[in-house]
Nanobody, 118 residues
Framework: QVQLVESGGGLVQPGGSLRLSCAAS????????MAWYRQAPGKQRELVAQ???????NYADSVKGRFTISRDNANDTVYLQMDSLKPEDTAVYYC????????????WGQGTQVTVSS
């Protein structure tokens, strides 16, 4: 049984930082691309950052230079370091893993709330 468990969300002031973690179980993470998505109230879910199995990264334009995605295959974990947070970063953040070959095989975490407010 595959599980993705996110942690690290919370309330932070504008300009602050948070680090999200997503621990995967039931998969060998090295066979998966890993990513973070977010969904704000009334908006569609959007890709925030992705890190491939080869450690190549890409980011949404809105977070470039502020967020950093990384992965630790030994611990089947993906991270999202979020700096210089803005109120518009407020959303539920979801971890996603997608198999590198059978790309219809993907899993989602339950989501973690990030609120940026003074």
């Amino acid at each position: 049984q595959v599980q993705l468990v996110e942690s690290g969300g919370g309330l932070v002031q504008p300009g602050g930082s948070l680090r999200l973690s997503c621990a995967a179980s039931g998969i060998t993470s090295s066979a998966y691309h890993m990513a973070w998505y977010r969904q704000a109230p009334g908006k569609q879910r959007e890709l925030v950052a992705q890190i491939t199995s080869a450690f190549s990264t890409n980011y949404a334009d809105s977070v470039k230079g502020r967020f950093t995605i990384s992965r630790d295959n030994a611990n089947d974990t993906v991270y999202l370091q979020m700096d210089s947070l803005k109120p518009e970063d407020t959303a539920v953040y979801y971890c996603n893993v997608k198999h590198t070959i059978a790309q219809k095989v993907q899993y989602w975490g339950q989501g973690t709330q990030v609120t940026v407010s003074s």
